[in-house]
């Protein structure tokens, strides 16, 4: 993996599928597992059940708990938090069956992760994605235009994770200022700047977004 330059008050951890292509789910919540079984489709069972528990286990070591005693809840927005702790969560899940990769981060100020696999995709999503003022972002950036494409995709995303919107808030509404070596830099309007942090997992672009103390 390309290493992320994270500050030190923020966590990352990875989860991924054991042996038998499943997930641990002792550390999940009695409501995490009734949720759990409402999901109709195996990959999305396992991406849920590897990102909870890389959260709660994350967590543990934080709050000096056992991980099925964090108290990992959903806001009204949908998004994980930490009840009564000021510490800030996000989950993240990408790929299918033996190849899922998921991950959690903990910071003490606003925090966003995503992970996106590499593979190709429209070859015109970045007209969907980016502003036209960030056209030449895709340009600058050493990669092919499936990784590069992605990347970008995948910056904007933790932003709006962070924020708390997720898709609901269009992509083109993060501006991308910077991005150079495993750094970069949003803005998503009144005042809200973000600091991002890139590397790679195999196929997987690894993406944390800081709000700007």
Do not use: N
């Not at 009734?34 to 286990?57: E, N, W």
């Not at 998004?79 to 998921?102: E, M, N, Q």
């Not at 083109?172 to 700047?193: C, F, I, K, N, P």
């Amino acid at each position: 993996m390309l290493p992320l330059d994270l500050p030190d008050d923020v966590a990352l951890r990875f989860a991924v599928p054991d042996a038998r292509g499943a997930a641990p789910l002792d550390a999940l919540s009695p409501a995490e597992r009734a949720r759990l079984a409402t999901f109709a489709h195996p990959d999305r069972r396992l991406g849920f059940a590897l990102g909870r528990t890389a959260a709660r286990r994350l967590l543990a070591e934080r709050l000096g708990c056992p991980p099925e005693a964090v108290p990992l809840a959903l806001a009204a927005s949908g998004a994980p938090v930490v009840s009564g702790h000021p510490l800030h969560v996000s989950i993240a899940h990408a790929g299918r069956g033996a190849d899922t990769l998921a991950a959690a981060v903990a910071a003490a100020r606003p925090v966003g992760l995503d992970l996106e696999r590499i593979t190709p995709r429209r070859p015109d999503l970045y007209r969907r994605i980016l502003r036209p003022d960030e056209h030449a972002l895709l340009d600058a950036l050493p990669l092919g235009h499936d990784e590069a494409q992605t990347l970008l995709w995948s910056l904007k995303e933790a932003v709006l994770k962070g924020l708390h919107t997720g898709l609901r808030r269009a992509a083109r509404t993060v501006h991308l200022q910077d991005v150079r070596d495993g750094a970069a830099v949003a803005d998503a309007g009144e005042g809200s700047v973000w600091v991002l942090r890139y590397g790679r997992r195999g196929a997987f672009w690894v993406v944390v977004a800081l709000a700007d103390a």
